[in-house]
């Protein structure tokens, strides 16, 4: 793993370019599965809101493109930081995906939804 987006946090909402060169660096795309947005054209996303606690430090800076940051906003589509750089999505209907530098794999649950 490179180690590069770590703790680096600020007081603001506002997320400095200097998290965002790290968090490109980290991403590479848009961490939602299976988009290959390129992170430089996407939006960093507080996993944990502003609001709620969450620092604007890259720990909690995720790369999401335009439309899956509101998938995430809008809809029941969630994720968890396992580690920076590697995410666990549950979709609305409870399938579970990891998303990391290699790419987005399902997560075989014991009781799969509906399939
Ligand atoms: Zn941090
Ligand atoms: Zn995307």
Not at 8 to 35: K, N, Q
């Amino acid at each position: 793993m490179i180690d590069l987006a770590d703790h680096l946090p600020v007081g603001s909402y506002e997320i400095p370019d200097r998290h965002r060169t790290r968090v490109i660096l980290r991403d590479h795309t848009c961490r939602f599965p299976h988009c290959t947005r390129p992170a430089t054209r996407c939006d960093l996303d507080h996993t944990r809101p502003h609001g709620e606690g969450g620092p604007t430090c890259p720990c909690n800076e995720v790369a999401l493109c335009r439309r899956h940051h509101r998938a995430k906003t809008h809809s029941t589509w969630r994720y968890d930081i396992v580690m920076p750089g590697s995410y666990v999505w549950t979709s609305p209907t409870g399938h579970r995906f990891r998303v990391d530098h290699r790419g987005t794999h399902p997560i075989r649950t014991t009781h799969p939804p509906d399939e």
